[in-house]
Structures are given as structure tokens and as C-alpha cells.
Nanobody
Framework: QVQLVESGGGLVQAGGSLRLSCAAS????????MGWFRQAPGKEREFVAT????????YYADSVKGRFTISRDNAKNTVYLQMNSLKPEDTAVYYC???????????????WGQGTQVTVSS
């Protein structure tokens, strides 16, 4: 098991940037693939990005490709989501998750953080 705590959310104007962090505690952070998901009010949770255990491979949702970057620092047990050129439609609660392999499916992850709110104003 790994415990996850997100931080870095907030209110930003359209076109701005935020960097989310997800700190992991527990054992063997480097043995987990990590993902970021988001959920807007009244919508289902959706995939944002995922990164493999070493940090060498990442995948993104089409809606964020070219604007968001996922990265990880295994020495610090932390995964990041750099979000640039933010749009009002990026407004959501953002969750990090740990699982056994890179996947866009939430069902593939069995450890979740509590989420951090990101609000983008127009």
C-alpha cells in the first residue's frame, strides 16, 4: 500500500500555469506506475496522464497533450503534473493514483489521493 497526498491546486486565470505535486508514503514508490485523473462537477472521473515506474514513458489524454507534463522523482517519492496554458474546461478536482502499470483506466489503480481543486477562471 502507498498513501498519496496531492498539493498545488488553486485558482488561476486562463492561460496560466500550475504545478501539482503528489507525495507518496509507504513502501516501494518506484514500483508503482502513477497517474493523474480529474473530475469536474457532474462529470465522471477522467484520465489525464500516466507515467511508468522509471519515468521514461508517459501518456496523455488528447485534451491535455502539449499543455500538461507528468514527471516523477523517485528519490523524493513524488509525482508532478505541470499544467500550462490552462483553460476553464480544465477546472476539476485532480487526483493522483498509484497502480501496477501505465493505464488510462481508473480501475487499474488501487491507491488514490484525496484530490486537489484546480479552478481556471476565464
Amino acid at each position: 500500500q502507498v498513501q498519496l497526498v496531492e498539493s498545488g491546486g488553486g485558482l488561476v486565470q486562463a492561460g496560466g500555469s500550475l504545478r501539482l505535486s503528489c507525495a507518496a508514503s509507504g513502501r516501494a514508490f518506484s514500483s508503482y506506475a502513477m497517474g493523474w485523473f480529474r473530475q469536474a462537477p457532474g462529470k465522471e472521473r477522467e484520465f489525464v496522464a500516466t507515467i511508468n515506474r522509471s519515468g521514461s514513458i508517459a501518456y496523455y489524454a488528447d485534451s491535455v497533450k502539449g499543455r500538461f507534463t507528468i514527471s516523477r522523482d523517485n528519490a523524493k517519492n513524488t509525482v508532478y503534473l505541470q499544467m500550462n496554458s490552462l483553460k476553464p474546461e480544465d477546472t476539476a478536482v485532480y487526483y493522483c493514483a498509484a497502480g501496477r502499470g501505465t493505464s488510462s483506466s481508473a480501475a487499474s489503480y488501487n491507491n488514490w489521493g484525496q484530490g486537489t481543486q484546480v479552478t481556471v477562471s476565464s
